[in-house]
């Protein structure tokens, strides 16, 4: 089993920056970043494997940054010249491997309004 804590959503202007972070219990094969607005489908925003590797939404790539520290066992999201549309409930994502089961945390809000 696999706990993940989210933090360091809050309140952010257009243009500002945030960083999210999720906090696994064991090291996770592949990790990574949603988002769900109201009224709406939740959505892939990153995705980091083991190695590094990293993809991104076409929304947010340029403006978001992913990454891993793995002796911490702790996932990034570095928020760059966010926008309004940004505004969502983030939530960590985990997925282990050869098991292939699939954990979530219980999500951090991400305001961004002037």
């Known amino acids: 089993q696999v706990q993940l804590v989210e933090s360091g959503g809050g309140f952010v202007q257009p243009g500002g920056s945030l960083r999210l972070s999720c906090a696994a219990s064991?090291?996770?094969?592949?990790m990574a970043w949603y988002r769900q607005a109201p009224g709406k489908e939740r959505e892939l925003v990153a995705t980091?494997?083991?190695?590094?590797?990293?993809n991104y939404a076409d929304s947010v790539k340029g403006r978001f940054t992913i990454s891993r520290d793995n002796a911490k066992n702790t996932i990034y999201l570095q928020m760059n010249n966010v926008i309004p549309e940004d505004t969502a409930v983030y939530y960590c994502?985990?997925?282990?491997?050869?098991?292939?089961?699939?954990?979530w945390g219980q999500g951090t809000q991400v305001t961004v309004s002037s």
């Open positions: 994502n985990a997925r282990t491997w050869p098991e292939r089961n699939v954990y």
């Open positions: 980091i494997n083991s190695t590094g590797g990293t």
């Open positions: 064991r090291t996770i094969f592949r």
